[in-house]
């Protein structure tokens, strides 16, 4: 028989050992309303977050990062890299957006939705549990002494591990570079493409390191998140708790019928006897936690919100024909008999800071369009004085965003008077998702020269569908000493 496991304390970290070791934890299996509705959810997340590689929006993969071509196309919008300030206000909003949820609902997000949470429970511990057999059997296997049984199944075990997390990387890589180019990579020798293979190798061994072994101590030791929550929440947030005054003092089943049996004995009568709680002291809830801890300790930074705790409790508060809700789902303040308020400055102060973020990230994408440019001055003299013209010269980039060639006309506006143009007189095309650089210049005679002036530079497609402008300066010597200088050459003329 395995040793017992010693119940977990608030002293230290629930996977750090006195001697600075880290147990390794086998939570055992749940079954319940939330274990189904998790289920079901992490099974649609894991379709979603692999299927975007292949869901096409616009003509393109719905998330594919090109950073080779240096194109972003998110559920149908082409961020080129000049666009990628965008994403500022964007990941503003979902901050604010992780803020204001965990203030009302606390750490729904890591039990319910979080990448490493949705693949670690549904599918590596499923491959675990299906090899490895449940927590019992899991930890005398683990205690076992080496055979060739035990042999056999840790490879098995860790060749699944492995495949998997080869299959996720594969995916992964395909939101940077494509799934036909994935498939064209896999075909090809290593050699050919050694950049992503040797991200795939590197990515898939983190993700089998993480998933093998590492585990919960993601969420403890590296997320910020667990660490965050207790500045984000606070007695009124709903998070997952131990209802102390129903369920203490706890007691066994057996401990319960001794003193019972004992008091009567006693000859007392039996509305003296102190009612115990209901908690039975069976430590299911322990049992079935992935990151080890006693939530009848109150709330911890190790809980991530699994709900595995909840419906553990309610299975044996079924068997017992007790009411449900021993561990559940409320705020520390109901927990405590007091009043939950769902509106208060926090979730107000979160509230406004999201609308705002909301708003400036919907406008901040509002102001994408199909093509971009930029006006920047050829390198040198920022200006060249000839015998009868000023000359300034500047390189003009455009960028096309479609999927199909764009003729664009480039115009100059605002300009003083006698300014002339070189380059760009006849429209250009550039090709899909493509890019061209070309010289703008542009002259004024010396005599209608009056000093340095602002114009625009003006970019249209031919249908006319969007219109882009920048404003350039027009550089030039001082007047004064530009007329000094005529002078002296009228002067030595005569």
């Known amino acids: ?238 998070v997952i708790g131990y209802d102390t005054r129903r369920g203490e003092p706890r007691m066994t089943i057996a401990d319960e019928k001794k003193r019972q049996a004992a008091h009567q004995a006693a000859g007392l009568p039996a509305d003296a006897l102190a009612k115990a709680g209901d908690c039975v002291a069976c430590n299911r809830c322990v049992h079935v936690c992935p990151t080890g801890i006693d939530i009848r300790h109150g709330l911890q930074m190790e809980c991530v919100g699994c709900t595995a705790c909840i419906d553990a409790c309610d299975d044996v508060m079924d068997r017992l024909h007790r009411p449900r809700g021993l561990i559940r789902y409320d705020s520390q303040n109901r927990f405590a008999g007091r009043t939950t308020r769902w509106l208060r400055p926090r979730t107000a102060l979160y509230g406004v800071l999201l609308l705002v973020g909301a708003s400036v990230a919907t406008w901040a994408l509002s102001t994408l369009k199909p093509a971009n440019f930029g006006v920047t001055r050829i390198v040198g003299s920022p200006y060249i004085v000839s015998e009868h013209t000023i000359r300034n010269q500047f390189l003009v980039r455009l960028v096309n965003k479609r999927n199909h060639p764009v003729r664009f006309v480039v115009t100059v506006t605002g300009a003083r008077s006698g300014l002339s143009q070189a380059g760009f007189r006849e429209p250009v095309e550039v090709p899909a998702l493509g890019e061209i650089v070309q010289p703008l210049v542009l002259q004024q005679q010396r005599s209608d020269y009056d000093g340095d002036f602002f114009f625009d530079v003006n970019v249209r497609d031919e249908a006319g569908t969007f219109h882009l402008k920048r404003q350039v300066d027009f550089q030039g010597p001082d007047v004064r000493l530009l007329h000094e200088e005529e002078e002296e050459k009228k002067h030595q003329e005569h």
């Open 1 to 238: 028989m395995a040793a017992p496991v010693p119940l977990p304390t608030r002293d230290s970290v629930t996977t750090i050992r006195p001697d600075g070791s880290r147990p390794f934890l086998f939570p055992a299996d749940t079954h319940g309303r939330f274990t189904l509705a998790r289920r079901v959810s992490a099974f649609l997340l894991i379709a979603f977050y692999l299927s975007l590689p292949w869901i096409r929006l616009g003509g393109y993969p719905a998330v594919f990062l090109d950073v080779a071509e240096r194109r972003f196309h998110l559920f149908g919008l082409t961020l080129a890299a000049q666009d990628l300030w965008l994403l500022f206000f964007v990941i503003t909003g979902l901050g604010f957006s992780l803020f204001f949820v965990t203030a009302l609902l606390g750490r729904i997000w890591c039990g319910w939705a979080c990448p490493h949470t949705v693949f670690l429970d549904h599918v590596y511990r499923r491959i675990e549990r299906l090899i490895d057999g449940d927590a019992v059997q899991r930890r005398l296997l683990d205690e076992a002494p080496l055979s060739g049984g035990k042999i056999l199944r840790r490879v098995a075990k860790h060749a699944l591990y492995i495949l998997v997390s080869g299959a996720i990387t594969h995916l992964f890589l395909a939101y940077f570079v494509s799934l036909p180019e994935v498939w064209a990579m896999m075909r090809a020798a290593p050699v050919e493409n050694w950049s992503a293979f040797a991200f795939m190798m590197v990515f898939t061994g983190v993700l089998y390191f993480n998933f093998g072994w590492f585990r919960e101590q993601l969420c403890i030791v590296i997320c910020p998140y667990g660490r965050l929550q207790s500045a984000l929440i606070d007695d009124h947030s709903l």
